[in-house]
Nanobody, 122 residues
Framework: VQLQASGGGLVQAGGSLRLSCAASGRPFSAYAMGWLRQAPGKEREFVGAISRSGDNTYYAGSVRGRFTISRDNVKNMIYLQMNSLKPEDTAVYYC????????????????WGQGTQVTVSS
């Protein structure tokens, strides 16, 4: 499956952004999907994930209550709605696919998009 993330940009602290990820290739509904991020000088970290059907989601503690993941299996899209953004959310955000189900481990994701930059100014 090929993934293409978009929607990043520059936003002030407290603002919102919505990231999108378009998938093509194998049936999209066969994959649990995740969002991960990597800040400069830091390791890639888990943000959140959504099950194949979209019925279940799981978030990192640092974003829980502020970020929401959703998916549209007809349009082959996933989304990351980010509210109440903080400067520490600044990172390159990646969407990724895992055929085995929801996981928080970056190494468990088989397919990755190219990333989109999110910068939150204070």
């Amino acid at each position: 499956v090929q993934l293409q993330a978009s929607g990043g940009g520059l936003v002030q602290a407290g603002g919102s952004l919505r990231l999108s990820c378009a998938a093509s290739g194998r049936p999209f509904s066969a994959y649990a999907m995740g969002w991960l991020r990597q800040a400069p000088g830091k390791e890639r970290e888990f943000v959140g994930a959504i099950s194949r059907s979209g019925d279940n989601t799981y978030y990192a503690g640092s974003v829980r209550g502020r970020f929401t993941i959703s998916r549209d299996n007809v349009k082959n899209m996933i989304y990351l709605q980010m509210n109440s953004l903080k400067p520490e959310d600044t990172a390159v955000y990646y969407c990724a696919a895992n055929p085995r189900g929801i996981t928080s481990l970056p190494s468990n994701y088989n397919y990755w998009g190219q990333g989109t930059q999110v910068t939150v100014s204070s």
